[in-house]
């Protein structure tokens, strides 16, 4: 899976810490968490949380999911439509359980951080994939280009510009250089989101449950893994300020630079398994 969270770059509803009532928001009915969803046996494994809305880079993967599970694809290319693309998103036409298509992990506009993405390019992708799967969503994770006190998207993608649907939000506000987690990132990143012309209905919240390995913030420090009562004020905050998204998107169920994961933590496990129940 090419999904590479997260990108730092140099640059409503509170609870009380603890204490917070977490039930589904409102009109999310849809749940991810991201990276190494299969086990060695080829099962889905978030699905005994209640995640139902499932990962997947190949259509072998698609045919294995279970009846009401539903796919995010993985494309990860900003080429246009291109051959390559066509290889890439051709398997998957004609599959009801697919939801939608993950076409770009903080893709760069800029081109400082990473090979230029253009709006252009993403556009072009987003428009082929509306006009040969109607109904199908589009999706990327939005690239910070401030910093985790003064996030930004400004001048990056928006709806108008790329024709993209849904847009993944991700501040990650439990960091070893603060004394507790800065739950005010939260609403920090999605007012820089509707003010860079993100509408709220197309934010989608990214929640943080990795921590540790070779991550490094922008703060001098690391990022942790949340304890279950601050994922449960973190899910809290973002109900608050986006009640109703088409999903959320825990960040990361398997771990991928040495870190630890949903997969490795019943405590948080717990948190999201009541959190997709509806409890």
Known sequence: MGWHHPIIRVAGLVSVLGTA????????????????????????????????LADVSDEARLSSLP???????WIGRCSGVDAGFLDAVRPYLGHEQVF????????????????????????????????????????IVLMNLGSSRKPSFAGAYTPVNSDIDLF??????????LRSCDFDMIGRFVAAAEAAGIPNNAIVPVYQSFGGGTWMDDGDGRYRLPTAAEAREMIARWDGLVPSPAFDY?????????????????ALQSVFRNRNAGN
């Open 67 to 73: 009846a009401g599970v539903k796919a995010l694809a």
């Open 168 to 177: 993944g939000v991700s501040p990650y506000p439990c960091r070893t250089e």
């Open 100 to 139: 939608g298509f993950n076409l770009m992990d903080d893709p760069d506009p800029t081109g400082r951080y990473a090979p230029v993405c253009t709006a252009e390019k993403l556009k072009a992708e987003s428009d082929w994939i509306h006009a040969n799967m109607p109904g199908t969503k589009t999706f």
């Open 21 to 52: 009532i977490v039930p589904a928001a409102a009109g999310t009915s849809l749940h991810l968490a991201a990276n190494g969803n299969f086990d060695a046996n080829g099962t889905f494994a978030p699905g005994k949380l209640g995640f139902n």
């Open 250 to 266: 825990v960040y990361s169920w398997g771990p991928q630079r040495g870190d630890a994961a949903l997969q490795e933590s019943p």
